[in-house]
């Protein structure tokens, strides 16, 4: 099983990467995010989960250690293949997932394509005992606590603020800077 490969970067797909690993081209589906960070040509590294079937095989490739084991938690709920988690990982981050499990907030994932209410609760029962919640403490939980208090003062939903505040670049260090960040970001996505 391949859990691990490095290579360059031949073409770039809507949510997959062909990455040339000595001579053979691997097509790997990736997170849209993480594929807009990379352009063909350039070097990349990445942690594999490698699914094989009776129809057939893919490759599944995430920037961190953290993102797969995100993914490999999603795939012990019956009835999540890994198209569904793909696509839960697109719109929660693993510490935004964590948060909607540990409030049980199913407005994140029911946002994903194929899923229902239903659906959304049995993952988060399913995943309720497997994910800790976010340790509180230390001033880099109490910026992001403040920032998302300041984003849903502004009309963010607790889970929207949550998921752009674990986007924030480490060296934001007030309030205001998460929020200006933030807001341009929304701006250029728009």
């Known amino acids: ?18 990455v040339d690993v000595n001579g053979l081209g691997l097509r790997v589906a990736v997170l849209s995010a993480f594929g807009r960070t990379v352009g063909v040509g350039e070097p990349v590294t ?7 079937s009776a129809e057939a095989e893919a490759l599944y490739g995430f920037a961190t250690k953290d993102d797969l084991h995100y993914f490999e938690l999603l795939l012990t ?3 999540v293949g890994p198209r569904t988690a793909m696509g839960i990982l ?10 909607a499990v540990a409030e049980e907030d199913t407005t994140i994932l029911t946002r994903v394509s194929g ?9 988060i029962v399913e995943l309720k005992g497997k994910l800790k919640a976010p340790a509180e403490g230390g001033p880099r939980s109490t910026l992001q606590s403040e920032v998302v208090d300041a984003l849903v003062s502004l009309g963010y939903t607790a889970v929207q603020a949550r998921q752009a505040v674990q986007q924030l670049p480490g060296s934001v260090q007030t ?9 341009q970001t929304q701006r250029v996505a728009r």
Not at 46 to 52: D, F, G, K
Not at 115 to 123: D, H, M, N, V
């Open 90 to 99: 697109e719109v929660a981050s693993g510490q935004a997932l964590v948060a």
């Open 77 to 79: 709920v019956p009835s």
């Open 46 to 52: 990445l942690r594999i989960y490698h699914q094989v």
């Open 115 to 123: 899923i229902g209410r239903k659906t959304a609760e049995r993952i």
């Open 175 to 183: 309030v205001e800077e998460a929020v200006r960040a933030i807001l």
């Open 1 to 18: 099983m391949i859990a691990y490969l490095a290579g360059m970067v031949l073409e770039k797909e809507d949510k997959a990467l062909i």
